[in-house]
């Protein structure tokens, strides 16, 4: 059974830096896309970045220049990398890993809280 489980999240100053990390389990297979999603109080979850297989990497236009997103394939890892935090990038972030054939696996999610 494949699990995806955060670690990294807390209370951080705006304008510091944090680190959230993901590690998968279970799975036999190796994921294509892995990536960050996140979701404030009252809003929709929306993507924050991904990273293929590859290496190629996406962001969202709130996060870029701010925000670095890495992976680890021989661990199935990936990580995103938060500096000059805001305080709207306070939100649950939850990873996300794609199989091969499109099965979306989801996390539980890790709290970012910025204090203004």
């Known amino acids: 059974q494949v699990q995806l489980v955060e670690s990294g999240g807390g209370l951080v100053q705006a304008g510091r830096s944090l680190r959230v990390s993901c590690a998968a389990s279970?799975?036999?297979?190796?994921?294509?896309?892995m990536g960050w999603y996140r979701q404030a109080p009252g809003q929709q979850r929306e993507l924050v970045a991904d990273?293929?297989?590859?290496?190629?990497?996406n962001y969202a236009d709130s996060v870029k220049g701010r925000f670095t997103i890495s992976r680890d394939n021989a661990k199935n890892t990936v990580y995103l990398q938060m500096n000059s935090l805001k305080f709207e990038d306070t939100a649950v972030y939850y990873c996300?890993?794609?199989?091969?054939?499109?099965?979306?696996?989801w996390g539980k999610g890790t709290l970012v809280t910025v204090s203004s």
């Open positions: 996300n890993a794609k199989a091969p054939w499109g099965t979306d696996y």
């Open positions: 279970g799975s036999a297979f190796g994921f294509s896309t």
């Open positions: 990273i293929t297989r590859g290496g190629i990497t």
